[in-house]
């Protein structure tokens, strides 16, 4: 269980960099080669994390195999960035929403609204 923000958004990126990694791998199986791949964060810490090789007395409780990105990020398999909360269209799929906002949301992911196409 994880004791902050910071390390459930850690915990988190390092599940998605195992899946972009797989994703990568089936994409050169194909021929298409991808260089680095962009991670978009919203928590600058869990991002720091990523970046800093040394263990603190703050992160020592993390277990080593969620450590598993801040490899791949020195590697330069992928990249953490920092992107406004606003803007963060992975939380349609976790949060509720007012209607604005999720058709705010759905509209930068390019959904259709199936009203429209009938």
């Known amino acids: 269980m994880a004791l902050s923000t910071a390390e459930s958004e850690y915990i988190v990126a ?6 972009i990694l797989w994703l990568k791998q089936q994409l050169e199986d194909f021929g298409l080669k991808i260089s680095k791949v962009h991670l978009l964060c919203d928590n600058t810490s869990a ?3 990523t970046k ?3 263990q603190h007395s703050r992160t020592k409780h993390i277990e080593i195999r969620h450590h ?10 992928c990249e953490m960035k920092f992107i ?7 939380d349609i799929f976790t949060k509720s929403f007012p209607k604005d ?7 930068e992911l390019g ?8």
């Open 14 to 19: 390092g599940s998605c960099c195992a899946q």
């Open 47 to 49: 991002i720091n994390l």
């Open 52 to 54: 800093n090789q040394i």
């Open 68 to 77: 598993f990105i801040r490899d791949h990020v020195n590697n330069g398999d």
């Open 84 to 90: 406004e909360t606003r803007l963060q269209l992975a």
């Open 101 to 107: 906002r999720f058709f705010f949301l759905r509209n």
């Open 111 to 118: 959904i259709l609204d199936s009203q429209t196409l009938s």
